[in-house]
């Protein structure tokens, strides 16, 4: 599973992004796909999970602001960011969770200025 993610920039706080994760390769069964991000000089932190069926998780931090959404027709999932605040800025990351195993992409980085 090759994972690639879009949508990063810099935005000024109040703004919104929608990063998009696009999945290439074997796919099938999927089980989670999930949106982490990582400040610097701080740990990843798990943001959001979309189930095959659709089934999602948001972290009480984000939530009300952040929404996960997927297009299986694109083989894509989405992160729509709403309200974004300079705490937001960090790298952002897509994961895969097949059969056990996590498969991650590149990273996009999200800058909120104030």
């Known amino acids: 599973v090759q994972l690639q993610a879009s949508g990063g920039g810099l935005v000024q706080a109040g703004g919104s992004l929608r990063l998009s994760c696009v999945a290439s390769?074997?796919?099938?069964?999927?089980?989670?796909m999930h949106w982490y991000r990582q400040a610097p000089g701080k740990e990843r932190e798990f943001l959001a999970r979309?189930?095959?069926?659709?089934?999602?998780i948001i972290v009480d931090s984000v939530k009300g602001r952040f929404t996960i959404s997927r297009d299986d027709a694109e083989n894509a999932v989405y992160l729509q960011m709403n309200s974004l605040k300079p705490e937001d800025t960090a790298v952002y990351y897509c994961?895969?969770?097949?059969?056990?195993?996590?498969?991650w992409g590149q990273g996009t980085q999200v800058t909120v200025s104030s």
């Open positions: 994961n895969a969770l097949k059969a056990g195993k996590m498969y």
């Open positions: 390769g074997n796919i099938f069964s999927i089980d989670y």
């Open positions: 979309i189930s095959s069926g659709g089934t999602t």
